[in-house]
């Protein structure tokens, strides 16, 4: 059975940085691309970030660029977002997802996600 897990989720001040966490396991993970998404209230899931399955391409929302970063290490099965000059805006629920699908312009749609995990707060205040 897949099971992604996230945490590092909660509140945090405008301008100030989080880290979330999603641990996998059930799968083989190596062979999975890993992302990132998050959903508003009264919005549709979007894209945050996505990581490829060595970890040596990284690919972002132009919302986030330069702010957060992500991460993984395929010898402990996580993968990591590091959210830095965290806005208002980025308030929402944080997903980690799983993919095995090997066209990179497939990773922006949640669509091409086989695996999702239950979700984590973000709330930033101003």
């Known amino acids: 059975q897949v099971q992604l897990v996230e945490s590092g989720g909660g509140l945090v001040q405008a301008g100030g940085s989080r880290r979330l966490s999603c641990a996998a396991s059930?799968?083989?993970?190596?062979?999975?691309?890993m992302g990132w998404f998050r959903q508003a209230p009264g919005k549709e899931r979007e894209f945050v970030a996505a990581i490829s399955r060595g970890g040596i391409s990284t690919y972002y929302a132009d919302s986030v660029k330069g702010r957060f970063t992500i991460s993984r290490d395929n010898a402990k099965n996580t993968v990591d977002l590091q959210m830095n000059s965290l806005k208002p805006e980025d308030t929402a629920v944080y997903y980690c997802?799983?993919?095995?699908?090997?066209?990179?312009?497939?990773?922006?749609?949640?669509?091409?996600?086989?695996?999702w995990g239950q979700g984590t707060q973000v709330t930033v205040s101003s």
């Open positions: 059930g799968l083989t993970f190596s062979s999975y691309a």
């Open positions: 997802a799983a993919t095995d699908r090997r066209v990179v312009t497939t990773w922006r749609q949640p669509s091409a996600y086989n695996y």
